[in-house]
């Protein structure tokens, strides 16, 4: 059974940085994509990174790129997100998703998820 598990979220102010971390069990962890999305109240769930099976290929959404971070340790099945420079419309709630087809951007694309780490932050 996959299990996803986020860390590391908050609440911090402008500018500052966090550390999420998504600790995976129950599947060959590098033989995965991986990758964070986020969903700010009312709003739908984005793409915020992407990592390739090796850790060498990482994706960002034009939000954050820059200022965000995707990293995987392989021998400690846990992909990481480093936030810095963080501004108040990146709050949201961050998930970490595990992927099985298709284009990295969306979705549909993934099929696990963690239960989500609360980041906010503020002005």
């Known amino acids: 059974q996959v299990q996803l598990v986020e860390s590391g979220g908050g609440l911090v102010q402008a500018g500052g940085s966090l550390r999420l971390s998504c600790a995976a069990s129950?599947?060959?962890?590098?033989?995965?994509?991986m990758a964070w999305f986020r969903q700010a109240p009312g709003k739908e769930r984005e793409f915020v990174a992407g990592?390739?099976?090796?850790?060498?290929?990482?994706y960002y959404a034009d939000s954050v790129k820059g200022r965000f971070t995707i990293s995987r340790e392989n021998a400690k099945n846990t992909v990481y997100l480093q936030m810095d420079s963080l501004k108040p419309e990146d709050t949201a709630v961050y998930y970490c998703?595990?992927?099985?087809?298709?284009?990295?951007?969306?979705?549909?694309?993934?099929?696990?998820w963690g239960q989500g780490t609360q980041v906010t932050v503020s002005s």
């Open positions: 998703a595990k992927h099985y087809s298709g284009s990295y951007y969306v979705t549909g694309s993934y099929d696990y």
């Open positions: 129950g599947l060959i962890f590098n033989s995965y994509i």
């Open positions: 990592i390739n099976r090796s850790g060498v290929g990482t």
